[in-house]
């Protein structure tokens, strides 16, 4: 595609269900990264892919988070035992390689998840 | 470790007039620092990024910045505010080898007419 795509756009759930997001990069970029943004809190970093590998994982909150990637391309972010907190924004982002100063990194339209 | 810190969660301004939206860094590496915007439902997108060249940066839609070192400052400017400028904007750095971008936690900024 275009651009960076993630689904579902809006998630609303009961709390102790799991959840899952997806994250569809622009084609040929071998770097994504997962970002949360709650209000008034800016954007939290929660982990880095280079190709399917995971090299920083250091943002995840809690072992009830956790991600993947396959074939270098789409990333899920799984979410267990939801719980209110993890109401936010959920921001995926992709670039051509894992070195910012190269290159910019490209947004998604993010997941607003919110756990009732 | 790196840190961004914006000054003012919203910035009120009258069409026509200056934008400054303010940053200061923290890092233990020389920088490279970027502006991003995000419009209403939208996702973000890089407004322009300081990488060790030029001190004074311009990127799009006539935003500028400027990279002071002494003052660890990267303050975003434009000298005439349009209605569609209205949006919320983060400050982010990262350095050395750190792919990571640490973001500040973002400026609203309202046009008035």
């Known amino acids: 595609g275009a651009g960076v795509s993630q689904s579902p756009s809006n998630k609303v759930t009961e709390k102790g269900k799991d959840v899952e997001l997806r994250c569809d990069p622009i084609?040929?970029?071998?770097?994504l990264y997962w970002y949360r943004q709650s209000l008034g809190q800016g954007l939290e970093f929660l982990i880095y892919?280079?190709?399917?590998?995971?090299?920083?994982k250091s943002g995840l909150p809690s072992d009830r988070f956790s991600a993947e990637r396959t074939g270098g391309s789409v990333s899920t972010l799984t979410i267990q035992r939801t719980q209110q907190e993890d109401s936010a924004v959920y921001l995926c982002?992709?670039?051509?390689?894992?070195?910012?100063?190269?290159?910019?990194?490209?947004f998604g339209e993010g997941s607003r998840l919110t756990v009732l | 470790a790196q840190s961004v810190t914006q000054l003012g969660s919203h910035v009120s301004v009258s069409e026509g007039a200056l934008v400054l939206l303010r940053c200061n860094y923290s890092?233990?590496?020389?920088?490279?620092l970027f502006w991003y915007v995000q419009y209403p439902n939208q996702g973000l997108q890089l407004l322009l990024k300081y990488t060790s060249a030029a001190t004074l940066v311009k990127g799009i839609n006539g935003f500028e910045a400027e990279f002071k070192k002494s003052e660890t400052s990267f303050h975003l400017t434009k000298p005439s505010a349009h209605m569609s400028d209205a949006a919320e904007y983060f400050c982010?750095?990262?350095?050395?080898?750190?792919?990571?971008?640490?973001f500040g936690k973002g400026t609203l900024l309202t046009v008035n007419p």
């Open positions: 982010a750095v990262s350095g050395g080898s750190n792919y990571k971008l640490t």
């Open positions: 890092s233990s590496v020389p920088p490279y």
């Open positions: 892919f280079q190709g399917n590998s995971a090299p920083d």
């Open positions: 084609s040929g970029h071998t770097a």
């Open positions: 982002a992709s670039s051509l390689g894992g070195d910012p100063s190269s290159g910019e990194l490209f």
